[in-house]
């Protein structure tokens, strides 16, 4: 189920020079006095933040930096101490488990969550590899100035771990889909999770990179992406997927699409485990 650690794919980055840079400014509502409630969801991409009261978004804001996120920027490497958590605000974020150069990819990290969370439970080392899958940006915070805030601020410490559950279901449902369900069934999935973690459906993502992630032979990869667009549900350009019909995508998807997506929309609320 590993494959070789894949290139990420070339796509157009217009964050400039450098494998990390900071955004000019940082929203005001981050370090501003909480006066203007209604704007807040405008104002903020990430769905953590954006669910914090205007207080608590208040107290962690002084703590937020922008970053730009460039292409295959390593965010955390495995074994080693977690040092920042990103609040995703537009990109995607491979998340890997390494082993004896060969990759298995367990989520993908957009704006609904964050990277960085295993020290949630208590690790101070990161058990993933956190790769820029596409580009886009962030806030970051210190570890130890979460860890602060959220001794203070108890809503703050829910909302991550409502986002955490989520994301260990992800990872669980992932490793179970691997051994259960068909190419065609994991690729639309796969597809339908990426999507919604951007938020767009144009993906630039290659055959060798679905390859690697999903642990397919890259022909069945080309085989089932060339079925998908001879029924028009997607079109294949140079290093770019767009889905073009997304209905009839989710329903080439396995079970656990659903699954994993109702996971996180529950997250957003009142988490509530699903069955597997």
Same mark, same amino acid.
């Given at each position: 189920m590993t494959a070789h650690v894949p290139t990420v794919p070339e796509v157009p980055d217009c964050s400039g020079d450098g494998a990390?840079?900071?955004?000019?400014?940082?929203? !005001?509502?981050?370090?501003?006095?909480?006066?203007?409630?209604?704007?807040?969801?405008?104002l903020l991409k990430n769905a953590i933040l954006a669910r914090l009261s205007l207080e608590?978004?208040?107290?962690?804001?002084? $703590?937020?930096?922008?970053?730009?996120?460039?292409?295959?920027?390593?965010?955390?490497? !495995?074994?080693?101490?977690?040092?920042?958590?990103?609040?995703?605000?537009?990109?995607l974020v491979s998340l890997r488990v390494i082993a004896a150069g060969s990759m298995l990819e367990t989520a993908v990290i957009g704006y609904r969550g964050a990277v960085g969370t295993s020290f949630l439970w208590g690790g101070h080392i990161s058990p993933h590899q956190s790769v820029v899958l596409f580009p886009g940006s962030a806030y970051?915070? !210190?570890?130890?100035?979460?860890?602060?805030l959220m001794k203070e601020r108890p809503r703050i410490r829910e909302r991550l771990f409502e986002y955490l559950q989520a994301l260990i279901f992800?990872?669980?449902?992932?490793?179970?889909?691997?051994?259960r369900h068909d190419r065609e069934q994991r690729l639309a999935s796969w597809l339908c999770l990426a999507s919604d973690a951007v938020d767009a459906c144009?993906? !630039?993502?290659?055959?060798?990179?679905?390859? $690697?992630v999903l642990g397919l032979r890259r022909a069945g990869v080309t085989e089932t992406l060339i079925?998908?667009?001879?029924?028009?549900?997607?079109?294949?350009?140079?290093?770019?997927?767009?889905i073009d019909q997304r209905e009839s995508l989710e329903q080439k998807a396995c079970c656990c699409y659903k699954l994993v997506s109702s996971a996180y929309a529950s997250s957003l609320s009142a988490f509530a485990p699903c069955a597997v």
């Amino acid at each position: 189920m590993t494959a070789h650690v894949p290139t990420v794919p070339e796509v157009p980055d217009c964050s400039g020079d450098g494998a990390l840079k900071r955004v000019p400014t940082i929203h !005001p509502i981050l370090h501003g006095p909480p006066t203007v409630g209604s704007k807040k969801q405008a104002l903020l991409k990430n769905a953590i933040l954006a669910r914090l009261s205007l207080e608590d978004l208040a107290a962690i804001g002084g $703590s937020l930096e922008p970053i730009v996120l460039k292409e295959r920027m390593v965010l955390q490497e !495995p074994k080693r101490a977690v040092e920042h958590v990103y609040f995703m605000e537009s990109g995607l974020v491979s998340l890997r488990v390494i082993a004896a150069g060969s990759m298995l990819e367990t989520a993908v990290i957009g704006y609904r969550g964050a990277v960085g969370t295993s020290f949630l439970w208590g690790g101070h080392i990161s058990p993933h590899q956190s790769v820029v899958l596409f580009p886009g940006s962030a806030y970051r915070i !210190p570890v130890e100035n979460l860890r602060r805030l959220m001794k203070e601020r108890p809503r703050i410490r829910e909302r991550l771990f409502e986002y955490l559950q989520a994301l260990i279901f992800q990872c669980v449902q992932t490793g179970l889909c691997g051994v259960r369900h068909d190419r065609e069934q994991r690729l639309a999935s796969w597809l339908c999770l990426a999507s919604d973690a951007v938020d767009a459906c144009l993906l !630039p993502v290659t055959h060798d990179y679905l390859s $690697s992630v999903l642990g397919l032979r890259r022909a069945g990869v080309t085989e089932t992406l060339i079925r998908f667009e001879r029924q028009g549900v997607i079109r294949k350009m140079r290093g770019v997927l767009q889905i073009d019909q997304r209905e009839s995508l989710e329903q080439k998807a396995c079970c656990c699409y659903k699954l994993v997506s109702s996971a996180y929309a529950s997250s957003l609320s009142a988490f509530a485990p699903c069955a597997v």
